[in-house]
């Protein structure tokens, strides 16, 4: 993800202008919620939500944003969008220029597109949407701030076309909306690839209504355009359906696809990527796409402490121990760090504490240059830093009540597959793949490996879960390996 400094010291403010405040936690945001709307508008707001999907004209949908499009309600509704906002505003906002003619394609009340026509005095905004309440909210809101350089149409696309020619298309979150929608699943629960299946493709893209925007978009990109599409397209089936999708018509990216995260209030949300797409003309240079799971930077780490740590740690010094440190100090104790690496598969570092403490931070080689650096630190370690490391790694695990059956490594990543599939003397005890119709093949499998015992759990929409226990304390594995059967999609609702 990147830095986004540029844009984001004027987008917060202007945020703010809006109403929008900043929640940390979820009871301070739902206690104001209550606070400032009635039973009855609450009542209102949940039925809007309940009504939003299911119909095909999208009338639910309308009716939604319809219904959220007041300017009393937009700080108490949109505040918990406020990182999205900062987030995605200020990504888009940096990739504007060159542009002279953009179209926003779904604009709302017209929150991004008034800063993004702030922000870039010469360039004509088009906003469309196909709520005429929040149509009507950005026209007032653009007339009240004097923006000239913006308008707003009422356009419901398809069946309305766009008119206009603009060399810079956006769309955040107006795409591809359908939520619940998995996209393409994968061959079998080994593999994240995917099947080329090009009337499955086109019967998604309609079902989605994808294929019907996307077009009418076309129709008013410029030859040398460029969209910039930022969706909920994270999980990897929705991703390779939508970017198959694009393909399809000759879109290809013409920057590194940009994988967001950011908090809504105290959940932290994968959202994206924002896309950077032109038709393939001569003369852009263009990329191509990828199909394979998003990897984000030590995703493989986990860190334990206590028994898990100390069992886990006994196991991987049998391998190799590469480095070992030791220091003591005045006030506050000795310790030892030992480095090593597990069998090509695992690189650790166990930190041992005169106070009992026993940390463990393991992770797979997607995450061993995070885990060099560390030895790097260790080295040149003062009694300060190391306070910090111990806070930094384990401080949430030490002020809790130790939890016994806490496993030796856990990881819920597409990664956990690369470190399953290497896992040396694999000895499957017990498996079963379940068949679903609609939610696809689930594999859930128990085994030994060198002194541990594994459980991992794979679908074809590239969930994974792969736990390893030491042997002493294997039974939680095999009592998880039951539940699991029971419910494989997990606990019922
Ligand atoms: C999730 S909101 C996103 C608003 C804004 N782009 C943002 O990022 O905050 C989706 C918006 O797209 C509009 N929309 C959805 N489908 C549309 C369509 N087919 N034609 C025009 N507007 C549409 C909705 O009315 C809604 O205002």
Request: glycine share 8%; with cysteine.
């Given at each position: 993800m990147?830095?986004n400094t ?6 917060f ?11 940390r ?5 739902y206690?104001w ?17 309940e ?17 959220l499009?007041?300017?009393?309600l ?9 990182q999205?906002f ?7 906002c940096?990739?504007?220029?060159p542009?002279?003619q ?10 991004l597109?008034?800063?993004?026509a ?37 356009s ?6 766009i008119?206009g ?7 955040t ?10 996209g ?19 019967q ?15 129709l ?10 930022f969706?909920k ?20 990216p013409?920057s590194?696809p940009?994988f ?21 003309t ?7 796409w990828n ?6 930077p030590?995703?493989?780490?986990y ?6 740590a ?10 190799q121990?590469?480095a070992?440190?030791?220091g003591?100090?005045?006030s ?7 480095f ?7 690189a ?60 030796c490594y856990e990881n ?8 399953y599939?290497r ?46 226990m ?24």
């Amino acid at each position: 993800m990147e830095e986004n400094t540029e844009y984001h010291a004027e987008l917060f403010p202007y945020l703010q202008s809006w109403g929008l405040r900043e929640f940390r936690d979820e009871a301070s945001y739902y206690g104001w919620q209550r606070e400032t709307l009635s039973k009855e508008e609450l009542d209102d707001f949940q039925r809007l939500i309940e009504h939003r999907y299911g119909d095909e004209k999208g009338k639910g949908d309308i009716e939604f944003y319809d219904g959220l499009a007041r300017r009393d309600l937009i700080p108490i509704l949109y505040s918990q969008r406020l990182q999205y906002f900062l987030t995605i505003g200020t990504a888009v906002c940096r990739r504007i220029a060159p542009a002279q003619q953009v179209l926003d394609f779904g604009c709302g009340v017209g929150i991004l597109t008034i800063f993004f026509a702030l922000q870039h005095p010469d360039v004509e905004f088009v906003g469309i949407d196909r709520s005429p309440r929040s149509v009507e909210m950005a026209c007032l809101e653009a007339e009240k701030r004097q923006i000239r350089n913006v308008r707003f149409e009422l356009s419901h696309v398809p069946p309305q076309q766009i008119s206009g020619t603009y060399d810079l298309i956006l769309s955040t979150h107006t795409l591809f909306q359908t939520e619940r929608e998995p996209g393409i699943p994968s061959r079998t629960w080994e593999t994240f690839q995917r099947v080329v299946d090009h009337q499955r493709q086109e019967q998604l893209e309609v079902l989605t209504g994808v294929h019907g925007r996307l077009d009418a978009l076309l129709l008013v990109l410029g030859l040398i355009g460029r969209m910039l599409i930022f969706e909920k397209t994270w999980n990897l089936g929705r991703r390779i359906f939508f970017q198959r999708a694009l393909d399809a018509r000759g879109l290809f990216p013409i920057s590194s696809p940009v994988f967001c995260r950011y908090r809504s209030v105290d959940e932290e949300v994968a959202d994206g990527p924002l896309y950077e797409v032109a038709r393939n003309t001569q003369g852009v240079e263009t990329l191509g796409w990828n199909e394979e799971p998003y990897r984000a930077p030590g995703e493989t780490l986990y860190r334990c402490i206590g028994i898990a740590a100390d069992r886990m740690g006994r196991v991987l010094a049998m391998d190799q121990v590469s480095a070992s440190f030791s220091g003591v100090h005045s006030s506050f104790g000795s310790w030892v760090w030992r480095f090593g690496l597990w069998k090509e598969i695992f690189a650790w570092g166990l930190c041992e504490h005169s106070s009992g403490l026993t940390g463990l931070i393991i992770g797979g080689e997607a995450d061993r240059d995070l885990l060099h650096q560390l030895v790097e630190t260790v080295t040149h370690m003062t009694e300060s830093d190391f306070q910090e490391l111990v806070q930094d790694f384990w401080g949430d695990l030490i002020h809790a009540k130790e939890d016994q059956s806490a496993p030796c490594y856990e990881n819920h990543h597409p990664s956990a597959q690369i470190i399953y599939e290497r896992l040396p003397s694999k000895h499957i005890q017990q498996e079963s793949t379940i068949q679903d119709a609609q939610r696809g093949e689930m594999h859930i499998e128990l085994g030994t490996t060198t002194r541990l015992t594994y459980l991992y759990c794979a679908n074809v929409f590239d969930q994974r879960q792969l736990v390893l226990m030491d042997e002493e304390r294997a039974q939680v594995l095999r009592e998880y390996y039951r539940e699991s059967l029971q419910h494989p999609y997990g606990p019922p609702a």
